[in-house]
């Protein structure tokens, strides 16, 4: 593959992974919407939490923007970067993939231990998440400076 099809193929990756996200906050919007609707105060409050704070890692992840901006100026990123950024984009698809499958049993209906739980187990792959887009750009700087 040409290096301008990578970058091509990199964007495409990273605007996936940011839409993903996006339907998540959706997703968890309209969940907690239906819990304050029903009273469910408690519920609300915990995923109106996980809403704000995969709003705060959209905004970072699309500041962060796609691989390609480490390739300005003529400087590519090597192989071993390549692979490195590759492992981490699929590390985080991966997670989003899990934060989704724990979003669609949110119902707005579930007792505090049903939730308190989804709402643990949503926040520990936020968690993986946020230390993964981290890795990434530690990935871009260092093949940005070599």
């Keep these: ?70 390739r300005q100026d003529g400087i590519a990123v090597t192989i071993k970067a390549d692979d490195a950024l590759e492992a981490v984009h699929q590390g985080i698809e991966e997670a989003l993939k899990q934060c989704k499958d724990i979003c669609a049993e949110f119902t707005g209906a579930e007792t505090n231990m049903n939730i308190t739980k989804r709402c643990s187990d949503m926040h520990e792959m936020l968690r993986k998440i946020e230390s993964l887009v981290q890795e990434r750009l530690k990935h871009l700087h260092v093949t940005s400076v070599y």
């Design 1 to 70: 593959m040409t290096e301008q099809t990578d970058q091509h193929n990199s964007r495409d990756r990273w605007d996936r992974i940011c839409r993903t996200l996006e339907e998540l906050i959706e997703k968890s919007e309209h969940c907690a919407n239906e819990c304050r609707a029903k009273g469910f105060d408690k519920l609300f409050s915990e995923i109106s939490t996980i809403s704000v704070r995969m709003k705060r890692m959209l905004s970072e992840m699309k500041n962060a923007g796609p691989v390609d901006g480490a």
